[in-house]
C-alpha cells in the first residue's frame, strides 16, 4: 500500500500543469529528434541531454522520460517508411514494415507500431512499478563488497554482450575506466592523467562525454558514409488498421511485451535481443506465415511491443542497482550524475518523490505518445525530407551548443569534438560506445567502493568473494555469460532463416522478369 500511496504522490507531481508541459514537450522533441534518419534512441538521448541541465531534477527527468520514449518510438516511423532502421532493434520493423509501406499499407503498419508501443509501455510500466521498490528495498542491505560484485557484473556484460565482439567491448570499457580515472584522486588529493591541464583537474563531464562520443560521433559516422541524392521515402498510405489488423495484432502487442520486458531487465542481451525472440515467435504462432518477409502485420506488432516493454525493462536494474544493461541506460545513469543523483538501492529512500514522479511521468508520457503520433504522422514524415548534410551540420551544432551550455567553457567544446572523434573512430572500427561511458561512469564509483570495502577487511582481497550476496553474483555472472551468448545465437540463427524468407521473393520476383 505504501508503494501504491507514493505512485499516487507521483501522479499529483506529473499531473501538475507545468510537469504536463514538460512532459509534452519531452516526448515532442524525442518523437521529431527520434524519426530523423540514422539517428537511434541512444543518440537522440544524449543530443537533447543537454536541454534538461538547466531545470530542476523533477522537471528534468519528468522531460527526459518523454524524450526517452519518443526516441525509443521515433525510431519506428524512419524503419518503416525510409527501410532505415536507427538502432539494430529497428531493423525488423523495418523489414516487415517497410514491406507494409510499399504495398500501399504503411499507415496500417505505423498504426500497429504506435498502438503496440503504448500497450507494451504501460504493462511495462505497470510491472516497473511492482518490481522496482522489492528490489531495492532488498539492495539497500548491501555492503561495499556486495556492490563490487555488481559492478563487475554490470561491466562484464555490458562489455561482452552490447557488440559483436567481446573483445572490442572489453577494450572500449577500458577506454572508458580510463577516462574516469582523469582528475583529481578524491582520497590523495593528487591529480591523475589530466597532462597539467587545469581544465581537466576535476574530471571530465559525463554530458561531455555522451553528447560527443554518442551524437557527435555517430554524426561524423553517418556523415562519412551518407548517400549522394535523395532518400527514397515511401508514402504512408491512406486507410488504417482493419478489423482483420486488430485481430492479428493484440496477441502480437502482449506476447511482445511478455518478451520484451524480461529480456530489458537482463543484462544478457538488449532490445534487439527481444525483437528477434518475438519475431521468431510471431513467425511460428502466426496462421498467415507465407506473408512474413512480405509485409506480415504481426512482424511489426510483435517486435515493437518487444523494444518497448524493453525500454521501461531496463529501468529496473538502471533505478534500483544502478546497473545499465543497454546503450540508452548509459546516458540515463549520466543524465542522474549530472544533477549530482547516483541510481541505487539508496534512490527510493533518498529520492524518492523524484522517482515516483518519474514512473509515473511514464504513463502520462505513453497516453501523450499515443494522442500525439497518430494523427501527426504527416510531420514526421516531413521531418524526413530534410536534406541530411543540413541534418547532420545542425546535429554537430547543437551538440556543441548543448555541452557548451554545461560549463560555459571552450575547454569542453574542444574536448567533445576530441571525443567525437574518438567516438567516430570507434564505431568505423567495430568498437561498441555503450562500455566506454559505462566504465567512465561507474569506474570512479567502483574505485570507490572497492577501497572501501579493502579499509573495512584491513587490506584482505578474499572479502571481495567471501559475501554470500557477492557470491552469488559472481555465479549468476557467468550465468549471464552464458545466457548472451546463448540469445546471440538463436539471434543468429532467426537473423539466417530471415535472410532466406527474404531471398526467396527476391529470387521469384527475378525468375518471372
Not at 204 to 211: E, G, L, P, Q, S
Amino acid at each position: 500500500m505504501g508503494d501504491f500511496g507514493a505512485l499516487l504522490d507521483g501522479f499529483a507531481t506529473a499531473l501538475q500543469p507545468m510537469y504536463l508541459l514538460y512532459a509534452l514537450i519531452g516526448v515532442t522533441l524525442g518523437t521529431a529528434v527520434g524519426v530523423l534518419p540514422g539517428i537511434g534512441p541512444a543518440m537522440t538521448l544524449a543530443l537533447l541531454l543537454p536541454l534538461t541541465y538547466s531545470l530542476e531534477p523533477t522537471a528534468a527527468f519528468i522531460m527526459f522520460a518523454g524524450i526517452y520514449y519518443g526516441g525509443m518510438y521515433g525510431g519506428s516511423t524512419t524503419s518503416i517508411l525510409l527501410n532505415a532502421p536507427g538502432e539494430s532493434s529497428s531493423i525488423i520493423t523495418a523489414l516487415e514494415g517497410n514491406r507494409m509501406a510499399k504495398a500501399g499499407r504503411g499507415s496500417a503498419a505505423l498504426a500497429t507500431a504506435a498502438i503496440g508501443s503504448f500497450v507494451a509501455g504501460t504493462i511495462a510500466t505497470v510491472a516497473l512499478t511492482l518490481v522496482a521498490p522489492t528490489i531495492a528495498r532488498l539492495a539497500v542491505q548491501l555492503g561495499p563488497a556486495d556492490y563490487v560484485a555488481l559492478l563487475v557484473l554490470a561491466f562484464l556484460t555490458v562489455a561482452a554482450v552490447l557488440g559483436s565482439s567481446p573483445p572490442r567491448g572489453i577494450a572500449s570499457l577500458g577506454i572508458g575506466l580510463f577516462l574516469g580515472l582523469v582528475g583529481t584522486d578524491t582520497l590523495t588529493g593528487q591529480q591523475r592523467f589530466t597532462l597539467g591541464l587545469p581544465a581537466l583537474a576535476d574530471g571530465i563531464d559525463v554530458v561531455v562525454v555522451a553528447v560527443g562520443v554518442f551524437a557527435v560521433g555517430e554524426a561524423l559516422y553517418v556523415a562519412s558514409r551518407m548517400r549522394r541524392g535523395p532518400i527514397p521515402l515511401v508514402p504512408a498510405g491512406k486507410g488504417w488498421m482493419t478489423k482483420d489488423d486488430w485481430r492479428r495484432s493484440w496477441k502480437p502487442w502482449l506476447r511482445g511485451t511478455a518478451i520484451g520486458f524480461p529480456i530489458g531487465t537482463l543484462p544478457a542481451g538488449g532490445a534487439e535481443v527481444g525483437t528477434f525472440l518475438s519475431y521468431s515467435a510471431e513467425r511460428k504462432l502466426s496462421k498467415h506465415r507465407e506473408e512474413f518477409g512480405k509485409g506480415a502485420i504481426e512482424g511489426v506488432a510483435g517486435p515493437e511491443a518487444a523494444n518497448n516493454a524493453s525500454a521501461a525493462g531496463v529501468l529496473v536494474p538502471l533505478l534500483t542497482l544502478g546497473l545499465p544493461t543497454s546503450a540508452t541506460a548509459a546516458i540515463l545513469i549520466s543524465a542522474f550524475q549530472s544533477y549530482g543523483i547516483q541510481p541505487g538501492p539508496l534512490l527510493f529512500q533518498d529520492e524518492s518523490a523524484l522517482i515516483w514522479a518519474l514512473i509515473a511521468s511514464l504513463y502520462i508520457g505513453n497516453v501523450l505518445l499515443l494522442v500525439l503520433n497518430l494523427p501527426l504522422v504527416g510531420i514526421w514524415v516531413k521531418l524526413l525530407q530534410i536534406p541530411r548534410p543540413y541534418l547532420y551540420a545542425g546535429i554537430l551544432t547543437f551538440a556543441a551548443l548543448g555541452s557548451y551550455s554545461v560549463g560555459a567553457s571552450t575547454e569542453d567544446l574542444v574536448l567533445l569534438f576530441l571525443l567525437g572523434l574518438l567516438g567516430w573512430a570507434m564505431r568505423n572500427f567495430g568498437f561498441p560506445i555503450a562500455p566506454a561511458v559505462v566504465g567512465l561512469i561507474l569506474g570512479p564509483i567502483a574505485e570507490e567502493q572497492l577501497r572501501r570495502a579493502l579499509a573495512i577487511s584491513q587490506g584482505d582481497p578474499t572479502v571481495l568473494v567471501t559475501s554470500p550476496f557477492a557470491a552469488v553474483v559472481y555465479a549468476a555472472l557467468v550465468v549471464f555469460l552464458f545466457l548472451g551468448w546463448w540469445l546471440r545465437r538463436r539471434q543468429a540463427r532467426t537473423e539466417a532463416e530471415l535472410a532466406a524468407v527474404v531471398a526467396t521473393p527476391a529470387e521469384s520476383e527475378r525468375s518471372s522478369s
